[in-house]
């Protein structure tokens, strides 16, 4: 089983930056054992995948969206994934969550996480 929550989330201005903290808490196994990914839902939206990172932390993965602008990371010793959010725009307003999985085929598909944040809201304005 494994527990996650979300920090870091709030209110800024266009051009503004976040950064995203998920802390991880596993029974059974270690948290490095799971992909972690960033999955975000704007009111009246599909929930959409944002970035992912393998357990390893060697490969990344990012929404066309957010390229260049966002970076994902982890610390396995900190049981912690981070999503470094820069030039936020007001398109980025979600609710941002923090999901873990052991990946079968691809880290873009929504089956392939099991364990979920539960969300922090992240709100940019004008």
């Known amino acids: 089983q494994v527990l996650l929550v979300e920090f870091g989330g709030g209110l800024v201005q266009a051009g503004g930056s976040l950064r995203l903290s998920c802390a991880c808490s596993a029974s059974g196994r270690a948290f490095s054992d799971y992909d972690m990914g960033w999955w975000r839902q704007a009111p009246g939206k599909e929930r959409e995948f944002v970035a992912a990172?393998?357990?390893?932390?060697?490969?990344?993965f990012y929404t066309d969206s957010v390229k260049g602008r966002f970076t994902i990371s982890r610390d396995n010793a900190k049981n912690t994934v981070y999503l470094q959010m820069n030039s936020l725009k007001p398109d980025d307003t979600a609710v941002y969550y923090c999901?873990?999985?052991?990946?079968?085929?691809?880290?873009?598909?929504?089956?392939?996480?099991?364990?979920w944040g539960q969300g922090t809201q992240v709100t940019v304005s004008s």
């Open positions: 999901a873990a999985g052991l990946w079968k085929s691809s880290p873009f598909d929504f089956n392939e996480y099991d364990y």
């Open positions: 990172v393998s357990r390893s932390g060697t490969n990344t």
